[in-house]
């Protein structure tokens, strides 16, 4: 039995479709459903059971786990809740990594991109205790997610036990099907794909610095089907351990994504540039780009899938469908 804890959110809800895929019935997602419409992620998925996270800790008393994917998580870059975010993000993981190791479970958690802050520090994996001390996140989230991988790397430092399997994924910027519910933190594609194909005007931020064209701030974009690959490599690799970048490896502006839009209608561009709201202008980051040097020496070679074949993928089998979802 498998358990996927954020297992009805985006990049969750798609990691069940592959484990659905591949012949896995046996899963247990833990989450919170609401009334955004999450559940549409999961409509045509086979579960055992969906646990509210609450429950977890009664749940899990006397079973055992082929593994946990934890990928539940406050995952909202402008969150302000301190307590709660780290409550869920942080001492909801402890919790999960203490069950994990006494039950010698293996645990492949959710890490972030938004732990490299401005990416003065550089975006290398390096898990060791003094690297990981460098990083200075840029918001909330960011910090959580940083504060459980220092957790992990003090107990190696120290020699304690960790799960038998233990590896975390610092995402960078995943973008897909089943992101719907995610409201303003849904990719710039989804939010912005009806005006695409509208022919209405499409807002990309301008540049409020130096050198930087308006629409030209990049990220690593990757889509979630690579990510999903990366776990599910996991899964069947259970001697690899480590922190690990989970991006293509390449960054792209955020024009080149809305262009590739475009493109995959066969429609001509139409964009203009609004000014940044000055509330996020002191954290937002202009550059990120993963090394995924490490993955490819644990023995990863999936490849990633292109800026402009992702896109093409997306908005051919799912944006451009009555039916979206997965």
């Given amino acids: 039995m498998l358990l996927v804890t954020g297992g009805a959110g985006f990049i969750g809800s798609n990691v069940v479709a592959a484990l659905n895929d591949s012949g896995r019935s046996d899963v247990v997602v833990c989450d919170l459903l609401g009334s955004d419409g999450k559940w549409r992620n999961l409509a045509k998925r ?37 307590d709660l975010v780290i409550e869920t993000n942080f001492r909801f993981s402890m919790r999960l990594l203490d069950w994990c190791t006494e039950g010698a479970v293996p645990l492949i958690y959710a890490s972030s991109a938004a732990t490299y802050g401005d990416g003065a520090e550089g975006f290398d994996d390096d898990a060791s205790l003094a690297a990981l001390k460098k990083l200075r996140p840029m918001n909330l989230y960011g910090w959580s997610k940083q504060l459980f991988d220092l957790a992990v790397a003090e107990r190696i430092a120290r020699a304690e036990k960790l799960p038998p399997q233990w590896a975390g994924l610092k995402f960078f910027n995943v973008f897909g099907p089943n992101e719907y519910h995610k409201g303003s933190m849904m990719s710039v594609l989804a939010r912005r794909f009806d005006d695409v194909k ?129």
């Fill in 198 to 326: 509208a022919g209405r005007v499409v807002q990309l931020f301008k540049s409020h610095r130096d050198g930087i064209a308006d629409g030209d701030q990049r990220r690593d974009f990757i889509y979630v089907d690579d990510v999903v690959r990366v776990i599910l490599w996991l899964l069947a690799t259970p001697k690899v351990s480590g922190l690990f970048n989970v991006g293509t490896g390449k960054a792209r502006s955020f024009k080149d994504l809305m262009l590739a839009a475009y493109a995959a209608l066969g429609t001509r561009p139409n964009i203009d540039y609004v000014d940044m709201p000055e509330q996020i202008r002191g954290a937002y980051q202009y550059f990120t780009e993963s090394k995924v040097d490490r993955l490819r020496r644990a023995g990863y070679n999936g490849g990633f899938t292109a800026l402009e074949d992702a896109v093409k993928a997306y908005v051919g089998d799912y944006l451009d469908r009555p039916d979206r979802f997965r």
């Fill in 46 to 82: 086979q579960l055992v059971d969906i646990v509210p996270p609450a429950e977890l800790s009664n749940w899990l008393k006397g079973r055992k786990l082929d593994a946990v994917i934890h990928l539940g998580a406050i995952s909202e870059t402008t969150a302000t809740d301190g």
